[in-house]
């Protein structure tokens, strides 16, 4: 069951910093959580903001020259080799719909072009696109870029796996090209040589789609398992975002616009469950169906996008979430049942109460009886409580 935890009581799970107002996916961070990046496209420049204060300072940036304008860009990440920090921009060339990979060199004062790799791939059917670029729990980096055939219900995809060496030179492989797979699915992940997908059109993510990256024809529905007590069934209503690997489980932020509710949902490939943690963002939740999120080294997501709250004077946020400390937490919150079920008839619930007294009862079971009582008013029923 998945612990309902008031982030804002743990102070050093989460963390939030003025973002800046830019398109969402033009967003990454470094893996060690200290800086982020930001494309600025209108002014064809990269921000770098500190992470520890907030700061955004505009850096000096080289325009990809080869890849011919108007450019379209998709998604960038941000990957480390050796001593050196690479941001790789996934680019779209409209005029020729052909997809690249731009890879850029970060220094102190100049973000400058370091490779420009054509992936091989193109964009054939007129349907919106979607992409990003991915790691799996060994850190090999992959590009999947996939769009939907409504007319006859498939979803189709190219995926290729890619590697930059210390220089920024970026090689690439095709692993499929233009696979179609039978009904919608969206915001996929890779662990344990599986590429796993999330079914679009049943939010309770009761099966996934899995075909293994050794042999693509292989493709299988695997049903997936949740507690009876979790919520995850209501995410119908909820706007998901790409995932990330932390810990080796598939975490994903879903955010409810108009109910301003923001959690973490996430999958274990091991044991195909899900499970949930709640965030409390404190009114200033990230709305918004394409929130860029990212996994850093120590255990932490860092996540930017607008903010639920309309007189915010910052507009965009920043979180950094430290997922570790959260599950540590939740691990801590789960009790084992100490006691008997309590059957307490409506007509006796003041009597229940005072005989069983403040002391001995937990505020959780207290309220749940009061809650009973309060929807049973002139009904004579049975409610069971267990006391935890």
Not at 106 to 123: F, N, Q, R, T
Not at 255 to 278: A, G
Request: charged letters at 25%.
């Amino acid at each position: 069951m998945a612990a309902d935890l008031n982030v804002g009581e743990e102070i050093d799970a989460i963390k939030r910093l003025p973002g800046l107002s830019m398109n969402p996916g033009h967003f990454c961070a470094h893996q060690d959580g200290r800086i982020a990046f930001f494309f600025n496209y209108s002014k064809v420049a990269f921000f770098k903001i500190d992470l520890a204060f907030g700061v955004a300072t505009e850096v000096k940036t080289e325009w990809p020259y080869k890849i011919r304008a108007p450019q379209d860009w998709c998604s960038i990440s941000s990957v480390e080799r050796s001593s050196r920090t690479f941001i790789l921009a996934l680019i779209l060339e409209d005029s020729t719909n052909k997809f690249f990979i731009a890879s850029f060199a970060v220094s102190k004062h100049k973000i400058a072009v370091a490779d420009e790799h054509y992936l091989g791939v193109d964009y054939a059917i007129d349907s919106t696109v979607v992409n990003c670029i991915m790691q799996d729990e060994y850190g090999q980096i992959y590009c999947i870029i996939y769009y939907y055939n409504f007319q006859e219900n498939r979803t189709i995809f190219h995926l290729l796996s890619m590697n930059i060496d210390e220089n920024g030179s970026v090689t690439s492989k095709i692993i499929t090209n233009n696979k179609a797979i039978p009904k919608s699915w969206f915001q996929p992940f890779i662990y344990a040589d599986t590429l796993l997908w999330l079914p679009k059109d049943d939010a309770s993510f009761a099966q996934l789609c899995e075909i293994s990256l050794l042999d693509e024809r292989f493709i299988t529905l695997v049903d997936t398992f949740r507690d009876e007590n979790d919520d995850v069934a209501a995410f119908d209503c909820f706007r998901i975002s790409r995932s990330v690997l932390i810990e080796e489980k598939a975490f994903y932020y879903a955010c409810h616009d108009k109910l301003k509710i923001s959690r973490l949902l996430y999958f274990d490939p091991k044991k195909q469950t899900w499970q949930h943690l709640k965030i409390d963002m404190k009114d200033h939740i990230i709305i918004g169906g394409r929130v860029p999120m990212q996994g850093l080294r120590d255990g932490k997501i860092c996540l930017h996008g607008k903010c639920s709250k309309e007189m915010c004077s910052e507009k965009y946020h920043i979180y950094l979430i430290d997922v570790n400390a959260l599950l540590q937490a939740e691990i801590q919150t789960k009790k084992p049942s100490s006691t008997i079920n309590y059957k307490i008839s409506i007509g006796e619930m003041s009597d229940t109460l005072s005989s069983f007294g403040v002391q001995e009862l937990t505020t959780e079971v207290r309220q749940a009886i009061i809650d009973q009582f309060e929807a049973g008013l002139n009904k004579k029923e049975e409610y069971e409580v267990t006391a935890m």
